[in-house]
């Protein structure tokens, strides 16, 4: 006997005393349950839809990556402990990842990248990108701050009497910025 031949038939009885097992399907629509991390799948050979699938790398926590499949889409599924608990392997279309840890969490999909880390949110969309705290928002400093800017008097002394100056004379300057702030950033 060859040494590949030995090498093969190990591998094969290694492969007959472990019981696992992978398969594709197709992820049932309305399935996805981001709350509970799972899914349910269609196996391609068209028997019971299996369900529970675990979206999650890290069992029983919401830490870890989190790859949501868009539904219909194709999926490889496997399972480390034979029938029971089932994991996502592969996808070919994905909906959103998640990536948690502890009070940070990454959220992405096709429109958006949120970050979060307690109060503390970061949104980059499409268009706009937005960062809020608990009580406060870039945007709404910034807006407040040409508002405030906009409305300005200086009180002034001519002639030994105070004078309140009108408006600014570039009032509308501050009025531009303000319509360029909401282009870039959201409330």
């Known amino acids: 006997m060859t040494r590949n031949t030995e090498k093969i038939k190990t591998g094969i009885k290694a492969l007959a005393h472990k019981p696992y ?30 369900e529970s699938v675990m979206l999650s790398t890290i069992t029983g926590s919401s830490n870890g990556v989190m790859l949501i499949p868009k539904d219909n889409s194709n999926v490889i599924i496997g399972t480390i402990d034979g029938q029971g608990t089932w994991a996502l392997l592969k996808a070919n279309e994905l909906e959103k990842a ?26 980059l969309g499409t268009t706009v990108f937005k960062m809020n705290t608990g009580g406060e928002s870039l945007f709404g400093i910034l807006n407040d701050l040409l508002n405030g800017l906009a409305l300005l008097q200086v009180d002034t002394v001519v002639a030994g009497s105070p004078v309140t100056s009108s408006v600014p004379n570039n009032v509308t300057t501050f009025v531009n910025l ?10």
Not at 108 to 118: A, E, F, H, R, S
């Open 98 to 123: 998640i990536v948690t840890i502890g009070n940070v969490q990454y959220e992405m999909d096709d429109t958006q990248v949120n970050i979060k880390n307690g109060s503390v949110v970061l949104n």
């Open 21 to 50: 097992e992978i398969i594709s399907g197709t992820v049932v629509s309305g399935s996805v349950d981001t709350s509970e991390y799972t899914m349910s799948v269609q196996p391609t050979d068209t028997s019971q839809p299996i």
């Open 178 to 187: 303000q319509t360029r702030l909401g282009n870039l950033l959201s409330a």
